[in-house]
C-alpha cells in the first residue's frame, strides 16, 4: 500500500486512494485582526493532508471545498489541517493525539464547512508532537456511515506525525 | 601480367558488391526506422515524410498480453510545487488514463497544449493524469510551466519504472474497477489515444467506471445549480428586506456600539 509523507506526517493509503500534502504556494502570511482593530494573529501556510477514496480535484479549498461537490454515497474524505505552532498552546488544542477511534456519534451534518444534502461531517480540534492540527472528515452519505466510517478509522491507525524540523 | 589484370578485376567486382548490398542494408534501416514514425516532427513545417504514418505501438490489451504485464499501480511522487501526492490507479473508481511525458521531447509539447485546453474530454469518464520522471531527472520549474492547472500532474521515476516505460510520449490506459491495464504504448496524436479509450469504452470493459464517472459529473453539476438557486434566493430575501448591494449593514462593524446588535445597545 502507498505510503504519502511529508512535513513529518505519514500515511499509509489503501489502494486506489488519493493523498495529497500541500502547503499553499503563495506562501504569503495571513494577518487576521478584529473588525476594524489592530493585527491579532498573522498565519503563515502551513501543511494541509487531504485523502480521499475518490479522485482529488487540484482545485480545491483546505477543507475540500472543490472536492466535496464530487463526493458519492460511498465517498469518504479526511482532511488534516496544521495550525501556527503557537496555537498548540491555546485551550483549543488541549485534547492530545489524532482521534483514531471515530463513532457514529462523533457525526453531525452541522460540523459540516460546506453543508450538502446528504452529507455528514466531524471536527475535532487536537494537539501531537508539539504541532496543532484540525481533523475534518466528510462522508458522502449519513446513512452509509456504519460502512463509511471503517474505512476512515482504518487510514486514521496509519496517520504517524513527528515534530517539526526546522526548514 | 594478365593474371594481375584478371585478380584486380575480380577484386573490384568483390568491391563493388559489398558497397551494393550496404547500400541495400542502409535502406532498409531508413525505411524500417520512417515505418516506426522515428524523426517525424509534428510541428515541423515541412516533414519528410508526406504519406500516413501509423501510430507504431498504442495498442490494447489482449487476455495473452494482460499476462505478461505488470499489474497496475498506484502514482506515487512529487508534484511540481514539491508538494506529496499518491494517486489512486490499482482500484479507483474510475479508468484512469496515465501520459508519460517530459519537458524536453518535441511531440510531447502537442499534449501538453492539448491537456491545458479548456473542455477536454475523455472517453468513459477517464481521469487524465500527467506523470513525468522525478525531480532528479526533470526540471520541476519547467514542468511547472508546462503543467495544465487542472490537470493532475505527478514527477515520478518510479512510476516510469513500475510502467516500464520506454520513452516519452507513453500512455496507459487503466481500469480502476479490475486493476488491469486497457491499453498501453505512444502515439504522436492525441486522437489515437482516445480512439484506444473508446474501443476498451465500447467493449463494455469500463462500464462500471463509466457509470460511476457519469453519476460524479451530473452530481457536480446538479449541486453548481443547486449553489446558484440558494444565492438567487439569498439575494431575493435581502433585497426583499430592502438590503440592496452597497447597503450600509452589509459592511457594519458588529463591535461597534450602534451596530444593531451590540449587547450595550
Do not use: K
Request: a negative charge; hydrophobic letters at 45%.
Amino acid at each position: 500500500m502507498p505510503d504519502l509523507h511529508g512535513h513529518q506526517v505519514r500515511v499509509t493509503l489503501p489502494a486506489g486512494w488519493d493523498g495529497r500534502i500541500t502547503v499553499r504556494r503563495d506562501g504569503s502570511a495571513e494577518a487576521l485582526r478584529t473588525a476594524g482593530g489592530p493585527v491579532v494573529f498573522t498565519a503563515r501556510p502551513q501543511p494541509v493532508v487531504h485523502i480521499a477514496n475518490f479522485a482529488l480535484p487540484e482545485e480545491r479549498a483546505d477543507f475540500g471545498n472543490g472536492a466535496v461537490e464530487l463526493m458519492g454515497d460511498r465517498d469518504v474524505l479526511v482532511v488534516l489541517f496544521e495550525y501556527e505552532p503557537e496555537a498548540v498552546e491555546t485551550p483549543m488544542f488541549a485534547a492530545r493525539g489524532l482521534p483514531r477511534s471515530l463513532t457514529a456519534a462523533d457525526f453531525d451534518p452541522a460540523m459540516l464547512r460546506r453543508g450538502i444534502a446528504g452529507h455528514t461531517g466531524h471536527q475535532s480540534f487536537f494537539r501531537q508532537s508539539g504541532r496543532a492540527f484540525c481533523l475534518y472528515v466528510v462522508l458522502g452519505s449519513t446513512t452509509r456511515r456504519a460502512r463509511l466510517i471503517p474505512l476512515v478509522n482504518a487510514v486514521l491507525e496509519t496517520v504517524q506525525i513527528t515534530p517539526r524540523t526546522p526548514g | 601480367m594478365l593474371v594481375l589484370v584478371v585478380i584486380e578485376a575480380v577484386v573490384l567486382a568483390l568491391l563493388a558488391l559489398l558497397v551494393a548490398g550496404l547500400l541495400r542494408s542502409h535502406a532498409e534501416i531508413l525505411r524500417t526506422l520512417h515505418d516506426l514514425g522515428v524523426g517525424r516532427d509534428p510541428l515541423a513545417e515541412t516533414g519528410g515524410a508526406t504519406s500516413p504514418v501509423r501510430a507504431p505501438t498504442l495498442a490494447r490489451a489482449t487476455a495473452a498480453t494482460r499476462a505478461d504485464q505488470p499489474p497496475a499501480v498506484d502514482v506515487v511522487g512529487t508534484s511540481p510545487g514539491g508538494d506529496a501526492v499518491v494517486i489512486g490507479v490499482s482500484a479507483a473508481p474510475q479508468p484512469t488514463l496515465l501520459a508519460f511525458l517530459s519537458s524536453g521531447c518535441i511531440t510531447c509539447r502537442h499534449y501538453w497544449d492539448t491537456f491545458g485546453a479548456p473542455g477536454l474530454d475523455l472517453p468513459g469518464g477517464a481521469r487524465l493524469v500527467i506523470v513525468t520522471m522525478g525531480p532528479e531527472a526533470e526540471s520541476e520549474a519547467a514542468i511547472a510551466s508546462l503543467a495544465p492547472a487542472a490537470v493532475t500532474v505527478v514527477m515520478s521515476s518510479e512510476a516510469w519504472d513500475a510502467y516500464e516505460v520506454p520513452g516519452s510520449p507513453y500512455f496507459v490506459f487503466v481500469d480502476g474497477e479490475s486493476g488491469g491495464i486497457v491499453g498501453q504504448g505512444t502515439a504522436p496524436e492525441w486522437d489515437q489515444v482516445v480512439r484506444l479509450m473508446t474501443e476498451a469504452g465500447d467493449d463494455g470493459a469500463l462500464e462500471a467506471g463509466r457509470a460511476g464517472a457519469d453519476r460524479r459529473a451530473r452530481r457536480a453539476e446538479r449541486r453548481r445549480l443547486d449553489d446558484r438557486a440558494r444565492e438567487a434566493r439569498a439575494d431575493e430575501i435581502l433585497m426583499s428586506a430592502g438590503i440592496h448591494p452597497g447597503h450600509p449593514s452589509l459592511y457594519a462593524d458588529p463591535d461597534h456600539p450602534d451596530h444593531p446588535e451590540h449587547p450595550e445597545r
